[in-house]
Nanobody, 116 residues
Framework: QVQLVESGGGLVQPGGSLTLSCAASGFTVSTYRMSWYRQAPGKERELAARISSAGGVRNYVNSVKGRFTISRDNAKNTVYLQMNSLKPEDTAVYYC?????????WGQGTQVTVSS
């Protein structure tokens, strides 16, 4: 069965960096478009970054462009989100997502808190 497990969240000071990981099982990440969403307190979930199945196209929400990088390690069947120059407004629960078989699959989420 499809499973997504996120890790790597935590507390970081403004300007710091974190790398989130999403370990997938039950399917091959290189075959599907993979996404990272985030949900801040009191706000709707939003798409933060996405990588195409071929890996050649990456999309980012404007607020993270130039600071976040989404990537994929096919050998490990894992997707990453490298986050640099973090800001307090990046504080959110980050979720890994894949849409396959007409179903949206989500991980359990990992908390990222940016605070001094």
């Amino acid at each position: 069965q499809v499973q997504l497990v996120e890790s790597g969240g935590g507390l970081v000071q403004p300007g710091g960096s974190l790398t989130l990981s999403c370990a997938a099982s039950g399917f091959t990440v290189s075959t599907y478009r993979m996404s990272w969403y985030r949900q801040a307190p009191g706000k709707e979930r939003e798409l933060a970054a996405r990588i195409s199945s071929a890996g050649g196209v990456r999309n980012y929400v404007n607020s993270v462009k130039g600071r976040f990088t989404i990537s994929r390690d096919n050998a490990k069947n894992t997707v990453y989100l490298q986050m640099n120059s973090l800001k307090p407004e990046d504080t959110a629960v980050y979720y890994c997502n894949v849409f396959l078989g007409a179903t949206d699959y989500w991980g359990q989420g990992t908390q990222v808190t940016v605070s001094s």
